[in-house]
């Protein structure tokens, strides 16, 4: 069974920090790559970043380019999401999501998603 669980999530105040990881099993890791996606309330989700986990690769959204860093444990099948300079549009339920390639970073790419963590920002 493919299983992906993001945890990390919190309340934080704006310029802070928080990690968040996604834990994935029941697939061949190193075959796929993982991918941060939000939902905002009232929004669409949107692509945060993604690191293929064969090559190391990475991506980012403008929006949170220099302030966020995505790294890979392959030994631990586990991907991270370093968020720093949390501001409070960075407000939303953050979800983990595993697909072939990591770009483009699109919801309909990627095939196996775990349930969201909530991260809450204030002012």
């Known amino acids: 069974e493919v299983q992906l669980q993001a945890s990390g999530g919190g309340l934080v105040q704006a310029g802070g920090s928080l990690r968040l990881s996604c834990a994935a099993s029941g697939f061949t890791f190193d075959d796929y790559a993982i991918g941060w996606f939000r939902q905002a309330p009232g929004k669409e989700r949107e692509g945060v970043s993604c690191?293929?986990?064969?090559?190391?690769?990475?991506y980012y959204a403008d929006s949170v380019k220099g302030r966020f860093t995505i790294s890979s444990d392959n030994a631990k099948n586990t991907v991270y999401l370093q968020m720093n300079s949390l501001k409070p549009e960075d407000t939303a339920v953050y979800y983990c999501a595993a697909g072939v390639q990591c770009t483009p970073l699109a919801e309909y790419e990627y095939d196996y998603w775990g349930q969201g963590t909530l991260v809450t920002v204030s002012s």
């Open positions: 690191i293929s986990s064969s090559d190391g690769s990475t």
